[in-house]
Every structure is written in C-alpha cells, then in structure tokens.
C-alpha cells in the first residue's frame, strides 16, 4: 500500500470558502496536491481515473471564481468529479468511493449541498442548470446555473434541446464545454487563449453592447449584417458559430490546464451583462498521470492500482464475462448471415462491440451518446431487411423507451435488444442498476422478452434472436463472469415462450427467470434437507410466458414461488395475472413473488446488494417457508 501524498496546501482546504482565501499565485500547487490526493484514492478504491485527472484545474478555477454552492455547479455525468468532492468537504471519506456506506462515485444531491444535482446518465447537465438559472432569476436570487459538459455528451441531443431553450436565463447561464477528445475548435495557443481572454473582456463587451445599439438604428438590412459580420468574425477566429446560432456567446478555445488564463476568462465571465455564455475548454483526460495519459481508455474506469506502477490489479482468473460471451456469439451469427449488424450508443468497449467492429466495421455502428437515435436507426435497418441487434445496458435504454415503444414496438419491427448490465450492478449503484426492463418491455405487444441464466443459454439466446424475425425480441444478461458452465458448440434455436425444468420436484416450485437460477438450485437443496420436494423452473422467457409449464406446475405443487433480479411489475406480476385470470389460486395454491425491492439501491458489492434485496437462497428459502407455515394455519383454522 503506497503512503498517502504530502499535501501541505490542500490540508488548509476543507469548502472552496478556504479556497477562495488563497492568492492566485497559490492555485498552481493546489491543484498539483489535489491531483496527487485524487491518483491516491483510487488507487485505492478503484474508478474513473481519467476524467478526474483531466478536470483537476478546472475544478479549482470554478470553486475559486465562483460562489459555490449559492451559483450551482453542475457536472454532467458526474464521474469527472473527484476533485470536486475532495474540495467540497468529503476529503475525509474519499478512500470510501463506490464502497458500501460510501460515498458515489457521481454526484448525488444527499451526499452535499455542493451537488445540486444528482448525475451519471449524460448529457443532462445543461437542462439542470437552465433550471437552477431561471428559478433564481424568478425569483430574484443572484446564483447561476453552471454545467460543466463534456464533448462526448455534447453528442446527445438533449444537450441542443437545452441550448436552444437557454435564451431567457440571461447571463445567469454558464455552459463549459470541456472538450478532451475530439476538439472541435483548432488547437490551443497563445493566441487563442489571448482573444478568448479579449473577447470576455468587460471592454470587449461594453464596446460589443455600444455597437449592437448602434446597429439597431441602421436600417434593418444593415443591422442584420452587422450582426452576421460580428458572429462570423468570433466564428472564424475561434470556431463558436453553432453556439453562437443557439443564442450563447462563445468564448474559446481555452487550454483547461493553465489557471493563469482559466481563472481571468472565467472572472470575465463572472462579471459580465452578455449572456447565456459558453466557454470552450481544451483538457487532456488523465492529465498528470502518465499511464492514464498514455492509455486514456484503460484508465477510464480502473480497478484498484499501484500508484507508482500504474498496474491495476487483475481479477481472478475465472469464466468468461457475459459481455464478452455475447460478443463471440454475436460475431458467429454475423460469420454466417451477412444481414447482422451491430448498433451501440458510445459504449463499444461495455458491450463488447469493440471486438465486432474489428471484423465487420462495415456493419458496426457507434452512434455516440444518442440512445433514442440508435432504437429509430434500428428500427429503419429491420425495416429494410437487414437483422440489427442493438447493444445498451439496461439503465441506458430507459432513456429510449418512446422509440422502442413508438418506432419498434408498434411497428412489430424485428430489432434485436441486447441489454447487458442488467440486475444490480455493484460499485456504479441506482444510476447504473439494470432493474426495470422486464417491467417496460414486457408490457408492450408484439415483443419477446428473455433473461439468460447462464453463458450457455445467452448464446442459445443470441442465436434465437438471429432467427426471430416476426417481432421486436430482447435478451437480458447481467454485468460480470458467468457461471463457468460449459459453452455450445452449436447453439440452438429456443422455442419461443418455453421455459425448461432443471429440478423435479411435488411440493414447492421455483419459477426462476435470469442468474438468480443458481440461488434457486442452492435454496431448492436446503429445502429438500428439510423434507420439501422442490421443482426448480428456469422460464427463460418473462414474454410469452409458457403458460402450459406454468400452469402444471401450479396445479400440481402447494406453493408456487417467482425469483427475478428486477422490479415489480414483471415476471411475477405477469404470473400473478395469468393465475387470477385462470382461477388458477382457487384450491390454495400459495404464490409469492420475489424481486428488486421498490428502493433505489445504494452502490455496494452486488452479493451484499442481492442480500439486501433478498433474492438470495437464505432468503428464497424463508418466503417458502412462511408461505408453508401460512398455508397450514389456513388449513389447521378451516378444520377447526
């Protein structure tokens, strides 16, 4: 374990009220302790390394300049935010990030009153702070609304609807564009960091006000080509033009690392009657960290790690993840069928498209952080014949629902779903958690809706969705290793609305739908060890359901138990109905439903997330036996 860093300065800074205390020529070693403090904790705890280190300056230069928390300070997705946490009164918990009891490895409005909103889906930010700007400008209170966003989340649309809204804020608007990879200005230099300091300026702007006056007395030919000349002059010196159309004034490009020219521009800003404005800020993710400099990508989300070294620490050899598995195969299917294609929304690497895209780059698509697009661009390749599959975690397609409502579902348009991160997902929490898919999709005619059990069945399921081609079909699979079962060789169509008996039992039955199938398994032993015959289901599909299996079961055990890794509203409450509809409770039957709790969960281990949530087989096996026990005092009352 390396020692933690000297940091002599940042020991004097617990609120940026003690930052805002020191003098500028202070700021340098601030920020060169606060980098080292930040490396040092997650080395420890593991996370996002790299977007820290890259808005370390920054950081600063905001808490330094502005009057935070009263002006309300942004981050959009919030894993960039660190250093923001460290200087906000959290150092002392900083070695807890992303662990039980912890702090969140994004924003999160309980934790302080410097998170004024919480994050970790992107490209929110600028709508959050267009809403803190006008509700001060409403009524009355001086505080800003300030997003810091990045150009990756610049690609969402979401981020234009606001900027398109932000007119009325006024002034009370600020937007940093933190652009750390594909800089959409030329590069930085002395000279446009000398006119992006020029023209924030209060003379610049006062001489910009004098002539827009001016301007407005000319004949309305003239005024408007004053206007266009000034926009266009700003625009060709330093690329703000589509801003500029959106109502911001624009100031940048500005090297993000240089507190000499962060902290005056920002000041202008500060001060200044123009508004909304953006500020274009060059960074470099992993700034001041070799390794994470070197490989940007592998030190974007890391594992614990030697801070002298760089080397993370590497997970036990074991089974294959499910991410990876669902690649190999989505990569057969393609070998053999030239209409497969591959969609992702910014997360080739999550999903395992990385490694499809290296032998089909023709028929692989990043479509960057735009969700809705990717289900309506799928939509249209299904429509034309082609067989796509799109890859988004669960937490993510939330963010699509109306397309594939409204383009695919409606439509019986055969578009592959392939949901990775579904269930609980450890570290990254409620943001992150896959728990509500089943639910919003299972309710939609026309769809098919599996959960793989295991490595194995996920390739069966990744072949049956090849070859399904009279609807929308989705499969779910959680994040991590498998199970360590042995793969296909060939994998196999599943009939679809099929479910399979993996144990027989007389007494109890077990409807287990996705990888709670091996607590299932444990919890079906301990009952046999106390005399309760146990039948173990995997229904693979929560839609259709396999209603003959269902039905047998139930009319031929005492109690009928359902176990799924998602929230109410799926799996058992579409058995619930098809039991009310049947009559099929009418004899005694006892049904009970395990799932998600109707909690948004904390980040901690996933073990620890599924004990709290109870769909452990402790747990399965308790619910059977309550229900047994009510069941005998029914019976036992009756008799009486």
Excluded at 5 to 14: E, G, H, R, S
Excluded at 393 to 412: E, K, M, P
Excluded at 601 to 630: C, F, M, S, W
Aim: charged share 20%; hydrophobic share 40%; with cysteine.
């Amino acid at each position: 374990m390396t020692a933690n860093p000297a940091t002599p300065l940042l020991d004097t800074v617990d609120t940026p009220v003690d930052l805002r205390k020191l003098k500028p020529a202070q700021l340098r070693q601030l920020a060169d302790e606060l980098r080292e403090e930040m490396i040092s904790a997650v080395g420890q705890t593991g996370g996002h390394l790299g977007s820290g280190l890259g808005v370390v300056e920054l950081t600063v230069a905001l808490h330094y300049v502005f009057n935070t928390p009263e002006d309300r300070l942004v981050w959009d997705v919030g894993h960039q935010a660190y250093p923001h946490k460290i200087l906000t009164g959290r150092r002392d918990r900083i070695r807890t990030l992303r662990q039980g009891g912890g702090l969140s490895g994004f924003t999160k409005r309980s934790e302080s009153e410097y998170d004024p909103f919480g994050t970790a889906h992107s490209s929110t930010s600028i709508s959050a702070a267009l809403g803190f700007a006008i509700a001060n400008k409403l009524s009355n209170q001086p505080g800003r609304g300030i997003a810091v966003i990045g150009d990756g989340a610049m690609s969402a649309g979401m981020a234009y609807e606001a900027m398109n809204n932000a007119r009325e804020a006024g002034n009370r608007l600020v937007v940093i564009l933190n652009d750390n990879d594909m800089s959409i200005a030329p590069p930085v230099g002395g000279l446009s960091a000398y006119l992006a300091q020029l023209v924030s300026s209060r003379p610049f702007l006062n001489i910009r006000d004098f002539a827009r006056k001016v301007s407005r007395r000319l004949p309305e030919a003239l005024h408007r080509a004053a206007k266009k000349t000034d926009e266009f002059a700003r625009g060709m010196a330093m690329g703000g033009t589509l801003f500029e159309e959106l109502g911001f004034y624009y100031v940048g490009p500005v090297d993000g690392h240089n507190l000499e020219q962060l902290i005056p521009i920002l000041e202008n800003v500060r001060d200044a009657a123009e508004g909304p404005i953006l500020i274009h800020v060059v960074t470099k993710k992993g700034k001041g960290y070799a390794p994470a400099e070197e490989a940007a990508d592998k030190y974007h989300g890391v594992q614990k790690f030697n801070v002298v070294t760089g080397e993370q620490a590497k997970a036990p050899a074991g089974p294959p993840s499910y991410t990876g598995v669902f690649a190999k195969a989505l990569i057969a299917e393609a070998k053999g069928d030239p209409r497969v294609c591959a969609i992702t929304a910014a997360m080739p690497s999550g999903t395992g498209l990385d490694k499809f895209a290296s032998q089909f780059p023709e028929r692989s698509f990043d479509v960057g952080i735009a969700e809705q697009h990717a289900v309506t661009f799928a939509a249209g390749l299904a429509a034309q014949g082609m067989r796509p599959f799109c890859a988004i975690y669960s937490t993510f397609l939330q963010r699509a629902f109306d397309q594939v409502v409204h383009d695919v579902a409606i439509q019986n348009l055969p578009v592959r779903f392939a949901i990775d991160r579904a269930g609980l997902v450890g570290a990254d929490g409620a943001t992150h958690a896959g728990s509500f898919d089943v639910t919003y999709l299972a309710t939609l005619p026309n769809f098919v809706v599996m959960a793989a059990a295991d490595e194995a069945e996920l390739v069966h399921m990744v072949h049956t969705a090849a070859q399904h081609d009279s609807g929308p079909i989705a499969f779910r699979y959680p994040r991590g290793n498998g199970t360590g079962v042995a793969l296909p060789e060939k994998p196999e169509v599943l009939e679809i609305g099929k479910g399979r008996i993996v144990r027989e039992g007389t007494k109890v039955a077990l409807l287990s739908l996705g990888t709670r199938l091996g607590e299932a398994l444990k919890a079906a032993d301990t009952l046999e060890a106390k005399g309760l015959s146990t039948t173990v289901a995997d229904l693979r599909f929560a839609k259709p359901l396999d209603s003959d299996l269902i039905r047998k079961l139930m009319l031929s055990h005492e109690v009928v138990v359902t176990v799924e890794e998602g929230s109410i509203g799926g799996l058992g409450a579409h058995v619930l109905t098809m039991a009310s509809d049947e009559g099929l409770t009418d004899n005694g039957l006892r049904i009970r439903t395990m799932r998600l709790p109707d909690v948004f969960q904390d980040h901690d281990k996933p073990e620890a997330q599924y004990d709290e949530a109870g769909l452990n087989a402790p747990q399965i096996v308790d619910t059977v036996l309550k229900a047994l026990r009510h069941n005998s005092a029914g019976v036992n009352e009756a008799r009486a």
